[in-house]
Structures are given as C-alpha cells and as structure tokens.
C-alpha cells in the first residue's frame, strides 16, 4: 500500500489517478493520469517517484507549476490583464489590445520571460522611427502595464513571482 495514492472519481465518472501529500504545510493532490490511459502499477510507480522527490525535499507540483507559468505568452498575459481588470473602459482595452497586435505582434506568442531589456530598446527605437515617439511611448507604457500585471500576479507553486523585473 502506497500512502497519498488513490483513485478519484468525480461526479461526472471521470476516474483518475492521484497522489496527494502535504508539501510546505499545505495538503497537495497531483493528477497522474487517467483510469485506462494508465494501468494501476504505472500510475503506482509514478506516485512512488512523486512520493519520492517530496521525501527528499523536492515539490514537484512547484516545479511543474514553475514550467507552466515561464510559458505563458505576452497574448496570454493581455487575456488575462483584460479579464482581470474590469474598472477600465472599452477605449483602454481597445487601446491594450491593439498595440500588442499592431505594434508587438511578433511577440505576441512568445514566452514573456524571453522579452528582454535589449529587444525593448530596439522596439521602442523602431516604433519613434516609424510612428513616432508618442506612439511609441504608448505601446511601451502598454508593455510596462502588462509586465506589472505578470509581476503581481503569477507566482510559481513557492509563491514566488514567475517574472522578476520589468524590462
């Protein structure tokens, strides 16, 4: 018998395989897999080695947690800061959206984490050249609001912040 494995089944009949563990004080539950995706011995061995790396001080579930959030996309952190704040109005939103779809919208889909200092100089540079300077400024301001915004706002499983500084 292995302690924290078990099968959930939840009220829609979804069977799945979980182990669940206290990690940092707090009772955590991972998903392995699903009932007939995974036999019962390899859902075992994966809770075993789970099990495992939290005996010897790992959290897995903040590693992974960690993966995720150093994927997000500067899209998805606009969808986000758009459905988070709803004191601003249409205009602004219009104004947030169309910038990073007009003006960044190469890196619309990349990781916010691989946006540096260097690559916001240039952009900033190439936007006064071709739109001018206030134009410029605006998207970058735009940029700053959407970096605070993933600053505040997505941690990683040890509650510390995925994105460290503005660029």
């Known amino acids: 018998m292995l302690k924290g494995f078990g099968l959930r089944i939840t009220a829609g009949g979804t069977k799945s395989f979980i182990v669940e563990k206290r990690i940092d004080g ?3 539950r991972m998903t392995l897999g699903r009932f007939g995706e995974l036999t019962c011995e390899q859902a075992r061995k994966k809770a075993a080695s789970l099990l495992g790396q939290v005996a010897t001080g790992e959290n897995p579930i903040a ?5 995720r959030m150093a994927q997000i996309t500067l899209s998805q952190v606009l969808e986000d800061f758009m459905r988070v ?3 601003l109005t249409k205009h602004t939103l219009y104004d947030y959206g169309r910038s990073v779809k007009v003006a960044l919208s190469d890196w619309a889909n990349k990781p916010l ?3 540096r200092r260097d690559m916001v100089v240039a952009r900033h540079r190439e936007l006064g050249e071709r739109s001018g300077q206030y134009y ?3 998207v970058m301001r735009v940029l700053r609001s959407l970096f605070n915004f993933a600053i505040a706002n997505y941690e990683d499983g040890f509650g510390n912040p995925v994105v460290k500084d503005n660029p």
């Open 26 to 28: 707090r009772v955590r």
């Open 63 to 67: 590693e992974r947690e960690r993966h």
């Open 85 to 87: 704040r709803t004191n």
């Open 113 to 115: 984490l691989s946006i």
């Open 136 to 138: 410029a400024n605006g």
